[in-house]
């Protein structure tokens, strides 16, 4: 196993997530960024030890969570350093890099293997990292036709360090799924929000929670999803074609009067959302929810969800309406349809405001 | 003031939950509903008395909460049952409800205003009702040309009754503006989740948060969106028409190798979340997010937020990473940044292993 001396390059919130995760295995990574202070960051919040780029030559293993546009070129320098280390990536796109690393460096390519965690948050640098970044998150695997056995298993093995769960995926098929589920939302988010100010000076306090959910992604880096954007162009493009056609082919039928192909895309998306895996995906009819009026000062929410947890009851979800200009706030607790009694019993003896909501 | 003795025709989730506003002032509505049982149903949930059709004839004001469909017909009917009644509505589409009493009954329809509070959940029915479900939200106010001083006074009185805030908008700008705010976001969140299928077998697998969040809206009934859609078909169509411009012109650009419209998309999206009103619209930044792992079992959210109260830290907004597979979980609270060291230190002393993520 080559994971023995991990090189992580770029500090930034996946490179410094990698180190915390490593760490708390109890494992120190070598942290290189171009920007000193980054690393000596990262290190400072226990992601591993702050280096110079010449310490890589040591490492057995190195990941590189370069921006999208140098990762290629940054791998290439790697290999050429590092003679013995396996070397992966972490970059949201996936076959330009591959195309780029097997130009630059055909001959060491073998030692590199693609890789992508699915896992982000608005906000980047190494302030924003955490170790728990990757629980249970996917991290896709992308080998090169030539990746030898020993750089996917190291690309595996990190994976698996990190907590996440590991899928091996070819790196047209990465492109065209996260062009899908990832960067088209993206955009789609993007044009909503954009919208708004063409909505005229009605539209900002006449949009609900719908709305704000739709448009939550909205706030990313424009500089960041450019890159995303422009490193997937070919497959992003396919996908944002084909959501054109789809919303002008509803427009179309409306001005029709024709409302039936927004019943069947409103179905079609419902199966969409079923088919997602894990508890997001569990449908949520299966949880029935209870809605409670929440004061707006400290302790409130600890004090209703203590209640529940006194209560024996698992909230299994939770989501809080914001009331503006208001002194009270709303919060709907999904909870398993068995515990419903129980709970509603429990919180009205201490004197919350419950109700059955689904 | 003529709201002494209001009637709502349409007891489900809407219709129920005026009822309840109401009856939490102390005021009994008549509750009406072509199905009976439903508004058994409403009455015994506490939103009034259930009643016959008939007995509308000495209600001062009635409320018409019908689907969309058959609303401006439902007004019709009641405008020639209760004569001297004022009345108004609650679809979520305008002109063409408008249009259409007029159409009808034209030399009654001053005592009619139109209304919308935007509010709704993704079920519907007099169980899903809450008293709490206009607090703090919008009304918009739709008079005809021709409604008469006492039916618009009505229908906003009936508004801050419910807890809301009342906006008088025309009905075209109401429409125009609630295409893009709702109905587009809608069907642009359909078509999404629907691409999932198209995406792949690992399409599910490696869709994050993200994906997750923008996609919520899917959940909705097909019927009522197709509905909604039909009613408000010309500024829907208008506004999809315009949303697909904007992402095949990404496509385009995307496709000539130019990230530019991207990053220029995504800063306007940005403006545009900005322009939010409230508390979620408070730039995000201005909050302190502080991750904490969280063990998947009855009461640990309750003891965190129990920590955070006794701490006198007032969470302002929390989500809940659901990971697959994994028996953590991980929540994420955002907290004013002048009280994040006290949290932190006060989690830390409890046991929680919280990380300052932003």
């Known amino acids: 196993m080559s994971l023995e001396r991990v090189g992580i390059v770029g500090a930034g919130l996946i490179g410094t997530s990698i180190g915390l995760a490593l760490a708390r295995r109890g494992e120190r990574a070598l942290l290189v960024d171009v920007d000193g202070d980054r690393a000596t960051t990262a290190a400072a919040l226990g992601a591993g030890d702050a280096g110079e780029w010449a310490a890589l030559a040591a490492c057995?293993?190195?990941?590189v969570a370069a921006p999208p546009g140098p990762t290629a070129e940054v791998v290439d320098q790697v290999l050429r350093l590092a003679l013995t280390a396996t070397v992966s990536d972490v970059c949201s796109t996936k076959t330009h890099v591959l195309v780029e690393v097997e130009t630059l460096n055909r001959e060491m390519s073998s030692r590199f293997c693609g890789g992508h965690p699915i896992a982000g948050r608005e906000r980047g640098g190494p302030g924003a990292a955490q170790s728990e970044l990757f629980d249970g998150a996917a991290w896709v695997v992308c080998p090169l036709p030539g990746s030898s056995a020993e750089a996917r298993a190291d690309a595996e093995e990190l994976a698996r360090r990190c907590g996440a769960r590991t899928a091996v995926v070819d790196a047209a098929t990465h492109d065209a799924v996260l062009a899908a589920v990832s960067h088209a939302p993206?955009?789609?988010?993007?044009?909503?929000?954009?919208?708004?100010?063409?909505?005229?000076?009605?539209?900002?306090?006449?949009?609900?929670q719908g709305f704000r959910d739709t448009t939550r992604l909205a706030e990313s880096d424009p500089d960041l999803w450019a890159a995303i954007a422009r490193g997937n162009a070919g497959p992003l493009a396919v996908e944002l074609h084909a959501l054109a056609a789809v919303l002008s082919g509803v427009a179309e039928a409306l001005n029709r009067g024709d409302g039936t192909p927004v019943a069947d895309l409103?179905?079609?998306?419902?199966?969409?959302?079923?088919?997602?895996?894990?508890?997001?995906a569990a449908p949520r009819p299966s949880w029935t929810r209870v809605g409670v009026v929440l004061p707006d000062r400290p302790g409130e929410l600890g004090r209703l969800?203590?209640?529940?947890?006194?209560?024996?009851?698992?909230?299994?979800?939770?989501?809080?309406?914001?009331?503006?200009d208001h002194p009270v706030g709303y919060v709907d607790l999904d909870v398993r349809p068995e515990a419903v009694d129980q709970l509603l019993k429990a919180l009205a003896a201490a004197g919350w405001a419950a109700h059955r909501s689904s």
């Open 60 to 63: 057995t293993h190195v990941v």
């Open 186 to 208: 993206q955009v789609v988010a993007s044009a909503l929000a954009a919208r708004l100010a063409a909505a005229g000076p009605h539209a900002p306090a006449l949009a609900g």
């Open 266 to 280: 409103v179905r079609a998306g419902r199966a969409g959302r079923a088919a997602l895996p894990g508890k997001a």
């Open 305 to 324: 969800l203590a209640a529940a947890g006194q209560a024996g009851v698992n909230v299994e979800d939770l989501s809080i309406e914001h009331a503006p």
